[in-house]
């Protein structure tokens, strides 16, 4: 999915890389060049590349947008390459890969009228994200210290355990210190991780158990936050990808958190 910000769909190659450009400036900090359009006969294009090595994503960008249900043919292009390395997003870094090859986008619009160019069909393509255990600790590290500072408790050591249960499926368990005063405990926290055809993971199953008085404390205001990540869905891609259904999509946990997955006819 790509939101151009603009009321009508560019009519070459150049103005339609100009504004994807603009685009991606909206949403990560990169350089002013990272979408490259090769021409063939717009709308018929060679290739739209985007590079965004070391691009980070900007906390404030906007929610995705509503879209219309009217869909109209709008470009094709043989090859559709996006490839972002040590994407930078809150305290981790996500590499994000997605190649396609004979790709029709279409145009629609947002609630503002803009054109949104959606990815609706390839012949073939497949899509990798990763992210190294480090950096998902320290998303959790960060997510657990800020609920846990406001109540004067100190949080240490946090470490992540990840078991697969299927090519989808992953049992998640964080193990931490909490420390208030002289006095510390350890916690534990337990979840299932499940990942759809649209490379969406679920999170459910999740509960907190803690020894002494210092542990209930923490699973005590801890609780009211895992009860409202209980059965949300995340999408683990990086970019929304339109109306792509994804097949063969599955947990990769050897030495980093990688999902891939296939699509195409």
Do not use: W
């Not at 993971?201 to 009211?224: H, K, N, Q, V, W």
Request: charged share 25%; aromatic share 4%.
């Amino acid at each position: 999915m790509f939101p151009l910000h603009i009321k009508m769909l560019p009519t070459s190659a150049i103005d339609l890389e100009r504004a994807l450009n603009d685009a991606l400036r909206r949403v990560a900090i990169t350089s002013d060049k990272s979408v490259r359009v090769g021409d063939l006969s717009y709308p018929d294009l060679d290739e739209i590349v985007v590079v965004l090595e070391g691009a980070t994503l900007k906390s404030e960008a906007a929610r995705p947008p509503i879209l219309a249900t009217t869909r109209e043919p709008a470009l094709t292009a043989r090859k559709l390459l996006i490839r972002g390395r040590k994407l930078s997003a809150g305290p981790a870094n996500i590499d994000f890969a997605l190649g396609a090859s004979d790709v029709v986008l279409a145009q629609t619009r947002d609630e503002n009228s803009n054109v949104v160019l959606v990815l609706q069909a390839a012949s073939s393509g497949a899509i990798e994200v990763t992210l190294a255990r480090s950096d998902l600790e320290a998303v959790i590290a960060e997510l657990a210290r800020n609920e846990a500072g406001q109540h004067g408790v100190t949080i240490e050591k946090v470490k992540l355990d990840l078991v697969p249960h299927g090519p989808r499926e992953v049992a998640a368990e964080v193990r931490f210190t909490a420390r208030k005063l002289f006095f510390t405990a350890s916690i534990r926290i337990t979840a299932r991780l499940e990942i759809d055809e649209q490379m969406t993971a679920r999170l459910s199953g999740l509960a907190c158990t803690g020894e002494g008085t210092i542990g209930t404390l923490a699973c005590g205001f801890l609780a009211p936050r895992l009860r409202k990540l209980d059965g949300r869905s995340f999408p683990f891609s990086v970019l929304p990808l339109g109306e792509i259904k994804f097949r063969d999509v599955r947990f990769d946990l050897a030495d980093s958190v990688k999902v891939t997955a296939e699509f195409g006819a």
